[in-house]
């Protein structure tokens, strides 16, 4: 659904989606041996299912020239409903879920079974909100002063059960308190054309723009 309201300075857009997913391949890291490096091998993980809405909106009020105010907003559920033979990790014993494909010299198992977990970097929750103000100056110059912020809830960053594979939330912060710009003024350029030539297309303004920006991450 993509609307425009009140005379065209609110937009709105919401979409949903659902996908039930087969013949899924993910990588998955293993080591060859105690003190080897791990290398990452694919793995067919089989099936998986993702659902979920994505929400925005924005916001040109006709009364303050110049600004925008902007959000949106994402809720993502997704899990691998059937995730085999994927490798365990070091140190990982049977009561810890590595239950899976024996070593035939050391019957040592050597794989685990991770269905249910949720999909790779995929948090259940994100959410961006800002707004942006562009003010002219004289002599064809701006400034803009500009805030956006993201959210995302917490993820899993590699397949397995560890808490140290989990990304905690955060929030993300991106202040831009100056940013001038300059835009040169129209002019058109004559081609040679026949004896008295004529007048083209206008070329395009330039835009000369220098900004100053910090960011910083909470969580």
């Keep these: 659904m993509k609307t425009r309201l009140f005379d065209r300075q609110v937009t709105v857009?919401?979409?949903?989606?659902?996908?039930?997913?087969?013949?899924?391949?993910?990588?998955?890291?293993?080591?060859?041996?105690?003190?080897?490096?791990?290398?990452?091998?694919?793995?067919?993980?089989?099936?998986?299912?993702?659902?979920?809405?994505?929400?925005?909106?924005?916001?040109?009020?006709?009364?303050?020239?110049?600004?925008?105010?902007?959000?949106?907003?994402?809720?993502?559920?997704?899990?691998?409903?059937e995730l085999d033979t994927v490798p365990c990790y070091g140190g990982q014993t049977i009561a810890l879920g590595c239950t899976e494909s024996p070593n035939p010299v050391t019957g040592f198992f050597t794989a685990q079974n991770l269905n249910g977990i949720p999909f790779l970097r995929a948090p259940e929750w994100q959410a961006t909100f800002g707004a942006v103000y562009e003010m002219p100056l004289p002599g064809g110059w701006s400034l803009t002063l500009s805030n956006d912020n993201h959210y995302s809830s917490r993820y899993l960053t590699a397949l397995g059960r560890r808490a140290d594979f989990i990304q905690d939330d955060y929030l993300q912060v991106d202040l831009?308190?100056?940013?001038?710009?300059?835009?040169?003024?129209?002019?058109?350029?004559?081609?040679?054309?026949?004896?008295?030539?004529?007048?083209?297309?206008p070329i395009m303004p330039a835009i000369i723009s220098t900004s100053c920006a910090r960011w910083a991450t909470f969580g």
């Design 13 to 81: 857009d919401l979409a949903g989606y659902y996908y039930d997913v087969t013949g899924l391949q993910v990588g998955a890291n293993e080591a060859d041996g105690p003190g080897d490096l791990p290398v990452t091998r694919t793995v067919n993980a089989g099936a998986g299912r993702i659902y979920g809405a994505d929400f925005e909106i924005s916001w040109w009020p006709r009364d303050i020239d110049g600004l925008n105010l902007h959000a949106a907003v994402a809720w993502n559920k997704s899990k691998f409903t």
């Design 176 to 201: 831009r308190p100056a940013q001038s710009s300059y835009r040169t003024p129209k002019r058109r350029r004559r081609e040679p054309i026949g004896p008295s030539g004529r007048i083209s297309d």
